[in-house]
């Protein structure tokens, strides 16, 4: 069974930066996405990546301070994020899943992955 372990949050003043990694074990994914939860509010997507290809979608909001990336070799997937607002604080969580095939670029529904990490919290100060 494929298990995710997320890394890499924490505190950081607006404008900063933070860069969350993913370790997948157990297993592969041909679609792996990062989403993030306020409380009270649904799980959005970020980013995703196919990390055979290395092809990348992003959520228009995030396209112009987050960089996904992966490591296949160490089976991580990582989210750089840069110039971040107290906006950006929520729960960030790691997603695996299948490609899809009716897609060209990497899913960011939630609906479309059936494994996830336990989340890692991101909080921004202003």
């Known amino acids: 069974q494929v298990q995710l372990v997320e890394s890499g949050g924490g505190s950081v003043q607006a404008g900063g930066s933070l860069r969350l990694s993913c370790v997948i074990s157990g297993g592969t994914a041909s679609s792996m996405a990062w989403f993030r939860q306020v409380p009270g509010q649904e799980r959005e997507g970020v980013a995703a990546?196919?990390?055979?290809?290395?092809?990348?979608y992003y959520r228009d909001l995030f396209k112009d301070r987050f960089t996904i990336s992966r490591d296949n070799a160490e089976h991580t997937v990582d989210l750089q994020m840069n110039n971040l607002r107290p906006e950006d604080t929520a729960m960030y969580y790691c997603?695996?899943?299948?490609?899809?095939?009716?897609?060209?670029?990497?899913?960011?529904?939630?609906?479309?992955?059936?494994?996830w990490g336990q989340g890692t919290q991101v909080t921004v100060s202003s």
């Open positions: 997603a695996a899943g299948p490609r899809r095939p009716r897609l060209v670029y990497p899913s960011i529904l939630a609906v479309d992955y059936n494994e």
């Open positions: 990546i196919w990390p055979a290809s290395g092809r990348t």
